[in-house]
């Protein structure tokens, strides 16, 4: 399919044609679409206005293609610069402001890139500056610099160049240049001299030197390094004997020419070489010249006919040399002045060159990089090449075999790389077993368990799609191997849980009793109700109606009344006079029977009148009280033998005169009946909700179906009976309906879960290669986890989590071996090439022999050669030194066969022996030359095991799992304990001490014995002791209960919960100590008795008396009678008292009325009152009544009391029975204390107003002791190495749930590690170079060489140094000595040569560093060749001293400081020192130099004088320094007191002492006593004759002062009494 696309702008017409997928074409072209137009383009209306335009804009539009549009501004400019209106310009020359353009879509993006070069080295710039500079400062960290790097835009599809307008408008222009700092110039650093060496010459005179070597090369225009070696003249120990040769002489050979092959026989002559004897100053070295040297070297110029080589021949020619003779000056001297016996050989045979070949390059890897991540760094990928023809001789070596180059650049244009996440399973179910100890397990019931709990889930590694929507966490994803994940935070696998135990409720105190009420009293019905009393629950783990006992009691009544009438009476008021008959006004309202004020319609019978007639006695009249209020009711309900009574009583006040009289007895008391109703209690009980079923009722006529809830709505019903107390159940009549609990409540139906799976992972890989015979067929598994069970019915789970298979049937891999041709015939040298370099008079001599090598398969078919380079072993030799012999070598039989072995620890030999004229040459006798016996030892295969190392950790043994996927996704707890085994490597040791595979001791390379991991105990606790008194002997208080330790924790047991110090555990409850559990019961006063004499009246004060018992308050309320002395006798009533019977003329008063309440607070100053009112008025002529009313003070807990909460400790946190930890309750009580310290009622409390806020029950939690998770052992690693007896293989696990609170803790042992059986370590092990050797001669060219051989160690040199052994061990050797290069060209001087000495050692690993600190990972380090002179002659011919560097790990940065030592004469050495206490040259900053000379100014001139350390100069010791008024020395004159015999002479320094020796003497003095003649100056005389007469004054005026006075009698004054202050010292 093509299509066309047609462009039209203002440049044209532009096609862009789209066939075949060549749409890039259009590109070529679409850099014009970018061409910036000049912002000031001028369109001239006149010479003062002109049109200007902006750049056109990026070309937008909804849709890519050609309907895009791009826009500018255009303005009207003033020639001076500044814009106009647009109508100064002319409007007909305006340029266009908007057209049409091609917009490019997002997928252009693709077609064009940024391409960045990597950054150029950073070039030094100063500071603020565009250019170069010199550094003339000290540098003190770095310099500053620049560097660049090429910006350009390709196409993605060739990388060829665009205009960089096309990129620019896809994204912004990467950064061309960046700052960057250049470290500070560092100079070369070279070390101290070497001690010098011994003198060229034995006598006469010569040359001596010493060298120094390179420590830090020069980098970053640092001064170079300066010469690496002195020389000096000597002469030797003794002079030179007269007659003595000057020169010294030495055969000296040349390099051996390349190797080449025999020319035509027609072409021998021309072959012939000549030897330039003249000195060669440059090389030292001969200089071969050749006529018609052409041949042809068709070795490097054949063809393969075939792309891979089938056999390999290799082809024999030769080399040659030139030997001379040097003189000790450097110059050519005859040959016969060096000729020895033996003259070097000049000649040889040699295998020629061949140059490595390889095949071509195979395809590209994929890109490693194949997908976009966080990580911008390109991805890589691969080609290789193989070998197919391996260097020989010398030959080019082989090229680089492997390529690697970065791929996929733009990670933009790449899709999401896959990520990895952590994913779960549901959760288990909720255990609370997991929790118990051992022994606590087996005296559970595991099934009544309760409360706190654990529950455990799997976690899986998944690959995550790309995609933006979120996704659920059940989303199935295909499980991968854990390791992706590694890394990431893996979810919890444990998690606390908790199993619904048996509600609890708390429950208050039953109210009493209430009114007879009908069960509606909104809706009364019937003559039926009911008496109820009901409890509150204070606290309850769940809804109070669903778990709590019923709250709820009644009693069926009769003639119930939910409002009564309340009457209440006011003041009698007689109708006439003073007394008699009256009226009482009585207030009427209507109150429920809770006591609460209602409006009068809710009482339905009629109103009670508000008056009712009343009596006022009169004064001759009887006086009786009012009714006492009534008893308690004898019973709390009616029973066929017993009735509930109460009474009330009155007493006569006064006796009647001529008046009314006085009721009878029986009027005085009166009785009821009371708690007339059965003894029949109901109670609705309720059972346990059932499950939730279908809904197929509709609950309140309205749909719970519930649209969001996944599941359905469902109904669950509880059955609910009347019960009756004591009895079973009844009609539902008998119990109010109104407290019926409901049957019915609405919950949801259980969801219906299938089981969820997750897909079958992939299969684990197969073997991609072929199959080693014997083999058994490889196997590859996948599995698949179980996310979710299935659940009320849902689907089931499959049966088949794990899957395995074997794989596909692969190749045996092939084998090839090595095919070995004949040896040829033994190669010498051309005869032409011998007669013309020494003329020998036979053809023999050493030579060289080869054979073919070609590459055959399993069933001897040609193969190609790489084949048995990859798998057939090392490579066979292809050839070998040979000889023809002479007619005077020594001639020997064959080697005759090994003779037979006896055994283990026994040799073999063979013979040969000497045949002709041999036998009687000298040189053939030699035995070291030619041996005539050979031995071997014997092959023994008998093996000594011996253990190595030690035991590893005791591993349990567990059952087979399914692989890692159980040791990541299981989380039951192990067993950590009992019996496992531990393993000890075996080294398998031959005859010779060798060590050898562990398999020929061992099966399996171990010692395996049994061991013990000891089981933790947990700690032991005793049983609960009984429950302690209760702390409070009355109110509220606690009591406790106790554990107390038995056995401590051990071995990783569950540690002890939280003891005290008496190692004990407790357990508090809240209890309740009766106050008065002990009361006195009074009973009504009697009759008041007045004891009449005679004819008296009986009235007046009496006596009166009542009955007082102790009785005892049972739980129930009923109360029964004890003995008085269980009572407090202090409170105890009085039983008797005075009474006061008034007389018919007296007058009656009431009783007293209660007090009046105090204030709260009981203020000082406030008082209570109490009152009573006259019953009868006093006759006419009688005493008045007495006072109405009482006062007195309110005194604090006298007459007045307050009272407050007390609030007792909380108890420990209660579980339930079957729970061990989680959700539990804890409570406190609450009591009234009055102000003596009383407990009294709580309602005391509520009447003072006080608010009761605090919480006396609430939920706490008791942590769970959850031991510790661990997931299983993950399968052992790999071996740490592959061999020797350092190998370990490591298994771990981790922590999935730390221990909490009593659980058992964490093993320490999270890693576990087992050693390796020990096999032989067999590695070629490289020599050492050899000393330069060269065979026949003194100096010249010769060859270094370092062996390779096979050796056999255990992995610790230390421990098992190496020994060898045969090289098959080891590989093929011929290919490792091609890449270690075994031999060297190397160049012994001769004596008066100026050569290079040996490299030095390689320095130390210096960093670059700014301020002390490194930037970077890798050092340098370098190594120095100085240059040795021995003649001085030869001083023109020294080659120029060398140095190199190479990269080293484990740097350390180093500064540089200079160091002084001490003054001596005025001189000290300095030095420059390397922060390791190295002394070096360079690296210290010359400008701080320190000087090495110490100078005075002006110079110490003046006699016995010097330069002082402090640059000032002092005198001698033993002299002083008289100083002139200007600071400067005058001149130094004798010490007084100084021995003048000790003089020292001026012209010479022998009286001269060092300054700092000269410290037994002050240098200077202020005042100078000595004058410059060496007197005593005037002053010094007349200070002394002054400080003589002060003395004699002070003399004298002390004897004055202390001549005792003579005594008088005059009376002593009066004294003041002594008084000591104390000031704080503590001597007082």
Known sequence: MGWTMTLKNDFGVIAWAHGSGSYVRFFVLLSFLFIQVQSDIVFHMDHQFTWKTAQWSHCVGEDCGSGGVQTRIVWCAHTEGWTTHHSHCNHIDKPESRRHCFKVCDW?????????????????????????????????????????????????????????????????????????????????????????????????????????????????????????????????????????????????????????????????????????????????????????????????????????????????????????????????????????????????????????????????????????????????????????????????????????????????????????????????????????????????????LCGGGVQTRKTYCVQVPDDSTPHHRKEVARPVTPRLCVGQEAPLAVQNCSIPCQHRCLLSHWSPWGACVHDHCKDPQGKKGFIQRRREALWASCSPLDCCPHLVESIPCEDPACYLWQVQQGKCMPNK???????????????????????????????????????????????????????????????????????????????????????????LEEWRVCNDHPCLVFYWEASTWGPCLNNTLDLNGTNVWNSIATCAMGVQIRKVTCMKMNGGSVVSKRCPDSARPETVRPCVLPCMKDCIVTPFSEWTPCPSTCMPENTTSATQSRYRTIIQTSANGGQECPDTLYEERECESLPTCPIYRWRIHKWHACTLVPDSVQRSLSRPAETCGNGLETRGLSCVGENDEAANLTECLRRAGPFPAQSRACRVACRDDCTLTPWSKFSECTGCGSFQSRKRSLTGRSKKKEQCLNQASYPLEDKQACPCEEYLSQPFGNWSDCVLRKPSTLGFLHSWM?????????????????????????????????????????????????????????????????????KVRSKWLREKAFNGGRPCPKLDLKNQVNEAVPCQSECRKYKWRIEPWSICTINTVGDSPSCGEGVQSRKIRCVKKGPSGEVSTVEDSHCDQEEMPPRAQVCFLACHNNCVMSSWEPWSNCPMQCDRGSERNRSRHILRLPAVGSAACSELMQSESCTLNTTCFTYHYKLSEWSTCRLSENAICGQGARNRLLDCVRSDGMIVDLQKCEQSGLVKDWRLVENCVVDCPVSCVLSDWSPWEQCSHTGGSQGQSVRTRRILQEAHEEGRPCPNQLVQTKPCPISPCYMWLLSDWSPCTIEGAECGEGVRRRNLSCIIHKGDWTESPPAPVAERFCGDKIRKEIQKDVEQPCFVPCQGDCHLAEWSSWSSCQLTCVEGRSFESTGRQSRSRAVIIQVSENQDTCPQQVFETQPCKGGQCYSYQWRTGRWSNNERAVWCQRSDGVIVTGGCFPQKRPSMIRHCHPPCTKPFSHCTSSGVCGCEKGYTEVMTTHGFLDYCTRTPGVDANKKADVKTNSGRLKPSQARDWPTEWTLRPVGSDGRVKLWVYAVTAVGFILILFIIAFSFLVCKPAKATKTSPPSQKPLTLAYDGDIDM
């Open 577 to 667: 006079s003073t007394c008699g008959p009256g009226t009482v006004v009585q207030s009427v309202k209507c109150v429920s029977a809770e006591g609460e004020d209602v409006p009068m319609t809710y009482c339905a019978e009629g109103l009670p009148p508000t008056q009712a007639p009343c009596e006022v006695p009169c004064p001759a009249d009887c006086v009786v009280s009012a009714w006492s209020s009534w008893s308690p009711c004898s019973h709390s309900c009616a029973s066929k033998t017993a009735e509930g009574r109460q009474s009330r009583t009155r007493t006569v006040l006064a006796l009647p005169g001529k008046g009314k009289e006085c009721p009878g007895a029986p009027a």
């Open 108 to 448: 252009h993006q693709d077609l064009f890139e940024w391409e960045l070069s990597a950054w150029e080295g950073c070039v030094l710039v100063p500071f603020f500056s565009n250019e170069l500079k010199l550094m003339t400062t000290e540098c003190i960290t770095a310099q500053h610099g620049i560097q660049r790097r090429k910006v350009q835009c390709v196409r993605t599809s060739n990388r060829t160049t665009v205009t960089s307008r096309i990129c620019d408008f896809f994204s912004q222009r990467p950064p061309v240049e960046q700052a960057c700092l250049v470290p500070c110039p560092q100079d070369c650093v070279v070390s101290d001299f070497t001690s010098w060496s011994g003198c060229s010459k034995t006598c006469g005179t010569g040359l001596q030197h010493r060298t120094r070597h390179v420590l830090t090369a020069p980098m970053y225009g640092g001064a170079s390094c300066p010469n690496l070696t002195e020389t000096r003249t000597c002469s030797g120990p003794v002079g030179c004997q007269a007659g003595e040769d000057e020169y010294q002489y030495s055969l000296k050979v040349g390099a051996w020419t390349e190797c080449r092959l025999p020319h035509h026989k027609d072409s021998i002559l021309n072959g012939r070489t000549t030897v330039d004897f003249s000195s060669n100053k440059q090389n030292n070295t001969i200089v071969l010249h050749r006529h018609a040297s052409y041949y042809h070297q068709h070795h490097h110029d054949r063809h393969h006919d075939r792309k891979y080589p089938m056999s390999w021949e290799i082809e024999v020619g030769y080399q040659t040399r030139q030997v001379r003779c040097t003189r000790s000056d450097g110059k050519n001297t005859m040959l016969s002045l060096c000729t020895t016996f033996n003259s070097p050989v000049t000649y040889q045979a040699c295998v020629m060159p061949r140059d490595c070949h390889t095949s071509d390059w195979l395809s590209w890897s994929p890109c490693s990089k194949t997908c976009r991540s966080t990580d911008l760094s390109p991805g890589y990928r691969l080609r290789s090449r193989v070998v197919t023809q391996i260097p020989l001789s010398g030959g080019k070596q082989c090229p680089v075999l492997e390529e690697k180059e970065a791929c996929n650049i733009i990670g933009d244009l790449l899709p999401n790389c896959p990520r990895y996440e952590w994913r779960t399973t549901d959760w288990d179910e909720c255990l609370v077993s997991p929790l118990l100890s051992k022994l606590d397990r087996r005296l559970a019931n595991i099934s009544s």
């Open 970 to 1038: 299981s989380h039951q707890e192990v067993k950590e304990c009992g019996q496992g085994l531990r393993y000890r490597a075996v080294a398998c040791i031959d005859q010779q001490g060798h060590l050898v595979e562990p398999t020929l001791c061992t099966d399996t390379g171990y010692m395996v014995e049994v061991c013990h991991i000891p089981c933790p105990l947990d700690c032991k606790l005793s049983d609960w002791s009984a429950w302690s008194a209760c702390s409070s002997s009355c109110g509220g208080g606690l």
